[in-house]
């Protein structure tokens, strides 16, 4: 039953991120119209690495939730990782909504 409740806390932490992702839809001309460098990765490239990204916090929020809530230090990180998690998720409106370069650095 413990197994099922991480489980189901894993894909309702990972489904706030999908639809928070899908909710601040993203304004690819503006990020191809930006002076980018050479190296600079292809639009998709950010949908791929933001999903993958958000399943391994997704991940490390349920673990810390459940193997360390009863300890000082574990509240705190689990903190710390539902802040990062906020932050990450503002970065597109931030980004490719607002169009805010220097926005986007400082909440990412």
Same mark, same amino acid.
């Given at each position: 039953? @413990? /197994?099922f409740k /991480?489980?189901?806390? =894993? *894909?309702f932490v990972l489904a706030v =991120?999908? #639809?928070?992702?899908?909710i601040f839809a993203k304004d690819t001309s503006f990020y191809n119209e930006i002076n980018k460098p050479v190296?600079?990765?292809k639009g998709i490239v950010f949908s791929i690495v933001w999903a993958g990204l958000y399943v391994i916090q997704s991940y490390y929020i349920t /673990?810390? =939730?459940?193997?360390y809530k009863n300890q000082e @230090?574990?509240? /705190? *990180?689990f903190w710390l990782l539902i802040i990062n998690g906020v932050l990450n998720i503002l970065y597109a409106p931030?980004? =490719? #909504? *607002?169009k805010s370069l220097f926005g986007g650095f400082i909440v990412n």
């Open positions: 039953m @413990e /197994k /991480k489980v189901l806390f =894993f *894909l =991120f999908m #639809i928070c992702g899908f190296f600079a990765p /673990k810390v =939730f459940y193997d @230090e574990g509240n /705190k *990180l931030v980004f =490719f #909504i *607002l």
